[in-house]
């Protein structure tokens, strides 16, 4: 008996070990929520920011901000009011979110408002983040 609960024990912490090296090193990327317009160009035409909306929490809930741009999930925040999007240059996006604006390198640069996705080893090590 002892020896079928120490192999549960044992099954579950290496469950627990590959979800957590799953998490830790896989891209920072997201389709939820709804899109929002058509995407916007860059002037060099090499980079597409999408814009998505995702309704969370049931009625106490809110809407969440989201930017992708390529594969990459560059911009996640509380909605404040509809994102305003302008490429300053082709590899630099403003995007305006209500009083607050920020613009990130969209190679080098995310930014998540409640920094959680900030702390995965992979996000660390390819690109600076930022949190709220």
């Not at 079928?4 to 044992?10: M, P, R």
């Not at 009625?59 to 989201?66: M, Q």
Request: charged share 25%; with cysteine.
């Amino acid at each position: 008996m002892r020896k079928i609960i120490w192999f549960g024990i044992g099954i579950a912490l290496i469950g627990l070990a590959v979800n957590w090296g799953i998490w830790t090193t896989s891209e920072w990327y997201t389709e939820r929520g709804e899109v929002d317009g058509d995407p916007i160009v860059s002037p060099n035409h090499q980079h597409e920011a999408v814009i998505r909306y995702e309704l969370y929490g049931g009625a106490a809930g809110g809407v969440r901000a989201i930017v992708n741009v390529g594969n990459r999930t560059i911009y996640v925040a509380e909605a404040r009011e509809r994102l305003h999007l302008v490429w300053e240059t082709e590899d630099v996006l403003r995007i305006e979110n209500g009083n607050f604006q920020l613009a990130l390198h969209v190679d080098k640069e995310r930014y998540d408002e409640s920094g959680r996705q900030c702390k995965k080893y992979i996000v660390k090590k390819h690109s600076t983040c930022y949190e709220g």
